[in-house]
């Protein structure tokens, strides 16, 4: 498989009524509630595709990712979530992609990729489950591929304070209010993947930049001084 070249990308489809109204209802109950205040959004360019890659601390992470973006994100979830009645229907028009399991996974990545060529954001989390204790985890390989084939910038964002409103071993899915914070690091271009080797080196890459953005929203919730960014090395700014 061939990575396209920028010259081919296209714009994204239409958000669809579902993340329209959905967004809506959270801008009005859920981002006061959990405190969400976001930089760096603007990094995210609206007029391709791309790979946004964020650390996992909770349930409420593709909430908190979406309310600072004018645009929608493809989610990739487990397909038993899909036949869940009324949940099932709404991630199907939220254009959320059922990943099944005991599928090999090179189907779920043609997916993905399908939907980034087709000029959508997909979002993951590349350390593949919830963090224990608020801490980034080392992130699987599984991004990679998608990372190299798609010719689309990756965009790393670092989330603090999603897991002290909604941690793990929650039995009640419900969340307290808070203060999120969420940085969108500087983004990484398709050349910087191409040029960082193998897979291992393309990991550490991403991973070091993830680290950076978190760093940098984790200092923020503490000391309440906003970051005036993440600069192209992944060190706050």
Known sequence: MTSPSPADAQSPPPQGRAWDVSRAALEWSAQPYLGVRAVGA?????????????????????????????????????DSLFRIPVFGRYLRAMKTLPIARDAPATAGMRAALAAIER????GLFPEGTRTADGSLGPLKPGFVTLARRSGRPVYPVGIAG??????RS???PIPT???????????????????????????????GRIAAAHAAAVRWRETGEEPTGVDAAGEPG
């Open 42 to 78: 603007e990094r995210v360019r609206g007029d391709s595709g791309g790979l946004l890659l964020a650390n996992h601390q909770s349930f409420l992470d593709p909430i908190v990712l979406g309310l600072p973006l004018n645009r929608s994100i493809t989610f990739v979830a487990r």
């Open 119 to 122: 000029g959508e954001l997909v």
């Open 162 to 167: 999603a897991f002290e409103c909604l941690p």
């Open 170 to 172: 929650r039995k009640l």
């Open 177 to 207: 209010p808070g203060r999120v914070r969420v940085v969108f690091g500087e983004p990484i271009a398709p050349e910087t993947v191409e040029a960082a080797g193998g897979t291992m080196e393309i990991v550490a890459l991403v991973e």
